[in-house]
């Protein structure tokens, strides 16, 4: 499956899907060879599983998956759960697993924590909005990114407020979503609550950047 011009595979054949599946497995066997952990498909991630690998090849399938939750093929992904569940594995997993079937929709994954360190050597995070650096020009080069952690640091960061710092980064995410067409995932631990906070205006108003997420919780015991 590797390295062929991709296209929409049809996931109602059995041996397609099934060497879909076995290839993500492979993906995630992967990455935890280095811990010598095998990659572990349970109630807590099943459904999930197959819901992420039917929407990263934008199969409609993926919206019987959970048809009570109204998620679309179009938003991004925002996995929400408690440390060690898995949300940054899974992401990790199909970052690779479109690289491998060659998806247009690969994206590259980064920490809150990497973002925060550019800030602190470059005083701006374009590398991780428009990307002008890559160009040199007005627009720049965005690009499909997953960003772990969201909200995890709060205080001070060299004497800005992280919170304006991810401010910002969603207020231009949601603007390279529907100019560009650039995905942008999330994973946080942040609680419900929590993310209202984040996502929600002064008024109590659903902000605009939050409509852009199929907002997906995990649940389960930390497999750390």
Known sequence: MRGYEWHIPDFNDEYIRRSHSVLLQEC??????????RFVVDDNNRDILRFLMLYFNSSPLALDVFPERGYSLSKNILLVGEAGVGKTLLMDVFSLYLSKINSRKQYKVVSQ???????KQNNNIDLFTFNTSARGTFDGNPFSLCLNDIGLKTQKFYGNDTEVIIEE?????YEIWEQFGKATHLTTNLTKQEIEE??????????????????IPMKGNSRR
């Not at 980064?169 to 995410?173: E, G, N, P, Q, T």
Request: aromatic share 18%; no cysteine.
């Open 169 to 173: 980064f969603l207020y231009a995410r």
């Open 28 to 37: 995630a066997n992967q990455l935890l060879a280095k811990k010598q952990m």
């Open 113 to 119: 924590t990497q973002m925060l360190n550019h800030y």
């Open 198 to 215: 984040l996502f929600y205006d002064k008024h109590g108003r659903l902000a605009d950047r939050f409509k852009m997420f199929n907002v």
